[in-house]
């Protein structure tokens, strides 16, 4: 069960070009969030800065189980064999498909060939 935050929630909304930055700053000063989303790609070097607590407590007594979660979501939110984040979402892999408009090639007077 959650309990009430002991301060005022404040919510900030940063541009994805320097939220990285802003979260590293506020980490050396004091100033973190408690709760942000960070990347599984960067949840390494975040927890090794141990800029990150492990969880493992929190998440049993939450009652949150692996089988709740998609496996590679919820182990790449572990690092050397501790949960660190609680996966938020998934982006399926995509690829991307170029496609030939041929018409458009003979009207430039362009070859694809």
Known sequence: MLTPAPRPLVIQISHCGIYYDKVTLGLAHGKNADVFILRTDRLPEYADGEALNCIDDLVT???LQPKDFMPRAWSAARWKGHQY???LDCHPICRV???LNEGAQSFSGTSHK
Do not use: K, R
């Open 61 to 63: 007594a939450g009652g």
């Open 85 to 87: 984040a609680i996966p």
């Open 97 to 99: 498909a170029g496609y």
